[in-house]
């Protein structure tokens, strides 16, 4: 069964008519009235909020590859503990799957274990 989406998109002349309605939640008195110090403190408590520098070690330039649609057996507590990680464990299952193959060798990638 297909999941809803929640996600709507709106033009940008859209949401500016929408503004002028007033149908934004944003409280702009009391963003007019902020300093610029508690402008800052309030960004960088934000938990959200990126604050150390992005590492690109791991970046490349391109494409990933294609996936592959299959159908595998996996130990129960193992799927169960990937599944609790949330929302796109199936990604998280195949980085740990590409870390390994990396630490094995693009070469050894076929060898057995």
Not at 70 to 85: E, T, Y
Request: one cysteine or more; aromatic letters at 8%.
């Amino acid at each position: 069964m297909k999941k809803k989406e929640n996600i709507v998109r709106y033009t940008a002349e859209e949401l500016a008519v929408m503004c002028e309605r007033g149908e934004d939640r944003t409280d702009w008195a009391k963003v007019k009235a902020m300093t610029e110090d508690e402008l800052e403190a309030s960004i960088a408590a934000d938990s959200d909020g990126v604050h150390e520098e992005l590492d690109w070690t791991q970046g490349f330039v391109g494409l990933p590859p294609g996936k592959k649609h299959i159908n595998i057996r996996v130990d129960a507590d193992v799927l169960d503990w990937f599944r609790s990680k949330g929302k796109g464990y199936q990604t998280y299952m195949n980085s740990v799957l590409r870390a390994f193959v990396a630490k094995q060798g693009a070469g050894q990638a076929s060898n057995r274990l």
